[in-house]
């Protein structure tokens, strides 16, 4: 399946939702069409995989057939992520230099957020830097 930077964030801004560590969110058939109506089960357990593997899920278990998926948070890696990528205009930016340089992996897209977010602290900085 090809992966869909859409539906990872998408994942991720649910999970950031829960309230408490004494909640968690179990993605399966029931929920996945109400918080996911544009995804397929099949896509978010996909994605769900995905953010296992790169470390973005606390303490994440599945069905052995992946009918359903549960989390209980993001981890830190998950969090500064989701933060470098929250706001829409920097997630289109993230979206577009990934299409220019042409690799939309986890791996890239963090590391463009990452980027990105430095780069807006750095003009931040220029700003307000007093001139001599």
């Not at 994942?11 to 109506?37: C, G, K």
């Amino acid at each position: 399946m090809k992966l869909n930077p859409d539906c990872i964030r998408d994942i991720l801004l649910v999970i950031e939702a829960l309230p408490d560590l004494q909640h968690y969110y179990r993605f399966d058939s029931e929920t996945i069409p109400e918080f996911f109506p544009q995804y397929s089960l099949e896509e978010i357990m996909y994605h769900l995989r995905q953010c296992e593997l790169s470390e973005f899920l606390l303490n994440p278990s599945h069905t052995l057939n992946y009918a359903s998926y549960t989390v209980s948070d993001l981890t830190p890696k998950g969090h500064e992520f989701l933060a470098n990528i929250r706001e829409n205009n920097i997630w289109n930016g993230v979206k577009s230099i990934a299409g220019k340089v042409g690799s939309t992996s986890l791996n890239a897209l963090t590391q463009i957020a990452s980027n990105v977010i430095t780069e807006l602290i750095k003009a931040q900085f220029a700003l307000t830097t007093p001139i001599s």
